[in-house]
């Protein structure tokens, strides 16, 4: 998503500065797999679009493509399992019709895929190679020489590596990246409800971990949510091979009746629980988005919305250089250049690492049982229902606060 979404940005951006230009911008976009109308249904996975990822992707004429695929997140209720703490964050609080939406990828992937293809706008700018592969990366003062694994080669000043937590291009560049292991595991699945979820989102934080429930369309007319469930590895293991009456029955212990009673559930997928990230997400006349410069724990459901903001901070830096070219030196523009990459590493140094941080702070804080932390969370939550205004900047964060 953040690569098609950046790719979409640009060729408006070209569209937009084409005259003064002389020409449009020249992007291609590498891509492995073709999406098709094979979408498997009840097991969609699924990511949710904070509030300011949403105006960001309106500002960016992608959202009203996308907005039919979406389930709004209404109300957030979060909860600490066995204690006192609990608390609500509700849109209408905030004047806002809701404070994010889910999406499922696959059918997301297909939309954006197809907007590459059949926009006008982005037909002028974009040459999207599909499927492929990056087979080999060669890399010289003026730029890299990418060969494909159809023996293609493409030419580029700058170089975006939206390829994901085991980037190839990171591989190819030999850069450094930082891991930190939570020593939990994450097991996602779609999950069958008795009762409509009405927008409802849950975040419960349980003594493994937390636990995360987000709405979604129904399917056949009966309500799911999407399951991120922090486990430890034999936890997980356990949970995954489990029968489906024992799945059930060991969630709903879990997470208790709010969101109504379990009735069914699609495939279980796990993967480890990682914090990575590269402490300077730039090379060499390259920059590195999205999971390819971090990987988030999934407590706070930032990791899309992070790397959304990595792709807008990149496009308005290269619009900025756009604004001081002139026509009579537009040749002269070069989008890899030195000090536009480091006007970009300087722009989303606060905001990376502050989200990063925050995230971090989340995971140690609410995966802990020691009985000062339980006693501090609890009470925190707690004082957020009673004294409401003290909702407002930890809303506006996980919201990505943007307004029109």
């Not at 690492?353 to 609890?378: C, D, K, Y």
Request: proline share 4%; with cysteine; aromatic share 6%.
């Amino acid at each position: 998503m953040a690569g098609a979404s950046l790719a979409l940005g640009l060729a408006q951006l070209s569209d937009k500065y084409q005259q003064q230009l002389g020409r449009p911008l020249s992007i291609a976009v590498i891509e492995a797999v073709k999406p098709d109308d094979n979408h498997p249904g009840f097991d969609a996975r699924s990511i949710a679009i904070a509030h300011g990822s949403v105006f960001e992707l309106t500002r960016l004429g992608i959202w009203p493509k996308l907005a039919s695929l979406g389930s709004e997140i209404n109300n957030i209720h979060i909860s600490d399992r066995g204690h006192f703490g609990m608390t609500e964050l509700n849109a209408e609080q905030f004047s806002l019709s809701a404070m994010g939406q889910v999406v499922e990828l696959a059918k997301v992937g297909k939309v954006l895929f197809d907007e590459l293809k059949l926009n006008k706008v982005s037909q002028q700018a974009v040459k999207l190679y599909c499927p492929a592969q990056l087979a080999e990366l060669n890399t010289d003062a003026q730029g890299h020489t990418l060969t494909l694994d159809s023996g293609q080669q493409i030419r580029t000043k700058l170089l975006v590596a939206a390829d994901g937590a085991n980037s190839k291009v990171r591989q190819a560049l030999k850069q450094d990246i930082e891991k930190i292991e939570f020593g939990q595991v994450a097991l996602v699945a779609n999950v069958q409800t008795d009762k409509l979820h009405d927008g409802w989102a849950y975040e419960r934080f349980t003594g493994t971990g937390p636990l995360a429930l987000l709405p979604m369309s129904a399917v056949d007319g009966k309500p799911r949510v999407s399951l991120v469930w922090a486990l430890d590895s034999e936890q997980a293991q356990a949970m995954k091979t489990a029968s489906k009456t024992e799945f059930l029955a060991a969630l709903q212990s879990a997470f208790g009746n709010r969101a109504g009673r379990f009735t069914d559930v699609g495939e279980r997928v796990s993967y480890p629980l990682t914090l990575s990230y590269m402490p300077r997400p730039i090379y060499h006349r390259t920059v590195f988005i999205g999971n390819a410069a971090q990987t988030l724990h999934p407590i706070a459901g930032q990791g899309f919305n992070l790397g959304l903001r990595d792709v807008v901070g990149l496009i308005d830096t290269i619009e900025a250089s756009f604004k001081s070219v002139n026509a009579s030196d537009s040749q002269a523009l070069d989008c890899g250049q030195n000090t536009l990459i480091h006007h970009y590493l300087k722009l989303r140094e606060q905001d990376r690492n502050s989200t990063i941080n925050n995230v971090e702070f989340l995971v140690r804080g609410f995966s802990n049982q020691h009985w000062p932390l339980v006693a501090g969370r609890s009470l925190g939550l707690r004082l957020l229902s009673w004294c409401p205004p003290l909702k407002a900047p930890i809303a506006h964060k996980a919201m990505g606060w943007k307004t029109a």
